[in-house]
């Protein structure tokens, strides 16, 4: 069955940085989009990026030019290197099958905080 494992989060000062990586399996990875979602406390899931099977990637106005998605397709695996953060990037991030975020992993908690 599809499975797709979140690591990476935690907390982060302003402007810091952290990567996170989605371990995927159970599925033909190489020929999937895929995608980062998040969620924060009291707010509905938001789109973040979006990776093409052929690794063309779209990001959300709010995380562009910060975040960089990208993917290892010989290790099946996602990324999101995630940059200048802001306190407003505090929110639970998921990788997805879809855009929605309904097919994701359990997500990792990214929390920005002096």
């Known amino acids: 069955q599809v499975q797709l494992v979140e690591s990476g989060g935690g907390l982060a000062q302003p402007g810091g940085s952290l990567r996170l990586s989605c371990a995927a399996s159970?599925?033909?990875?190489?020929?999937?989009?895929m995608y980062w979602v998040r969620q924060a406390p009291g707010k509905y899931r938001e789109w973040v990026s979006t990776i093409t099977a052929g690794s063309y990637a779209t990001y959300a106005d709010s995380v562009k030019g910060r975040f960089t998605i990208s993917r290892d397709n010989a290790k099946n695996t996602l990324y999101l290197q995630m940059d200048s953060l802001k306190p407003e990037d505090t929110a639970h991030y998921y990788c997805?099958?879809?855009?929605?975020?309904?097919?994701r992993g359990q997500g990792t908690q990214v929390t920005v905080s002096s």
């Open positions: 159970g599925f033909a990875f190489s020929r999937f989009n």
């Open positions: 997805a099958k879809d855009r929605l975020g309904v097919e």
